[in-house]
């Protein structure tokens, strides 16, 4: 059974930011997360027959790279009023 690796990617496009992806993966600005992939598997040279970039490919390295901690990424702490508030 095949698994969705790209869903996966827009969610962690919106925690990481789209300019903190961009100069991790040495890759310009980007649309969406399609587009991030596009550009990675390029960049990568992972390429599937006639030269289309491989997505599923730059979507589980990217992934690998979420699950060992090498993007980084924070959350601000709740606001006071928010952190009491019950």
Sequence with gaps: KAHD??????EIVT???KESL????GVG??????QLLYAIAQRRGKLLRGGEPDQEA?????LQDW??????YYTL???EEEKFAS
Excluded: E, W
């Design 29 to 34: 600005d980007f649309r969406d997360h399609l």
């Design 22 to 25: 961009s100069s991790f993966y």
């Design 15 to 17: 925690r990481c930011g």
């Design 58 to 62: 730059a979507a589980r390295a990217v």
């Design 77 to 79: 702490p709740p606001l």
């Design 67 to 72: 699950n060992r901690g090498k993007l980084k």
């Design 5 to 10: 690796v790209i869903s996966p990617i827009a």
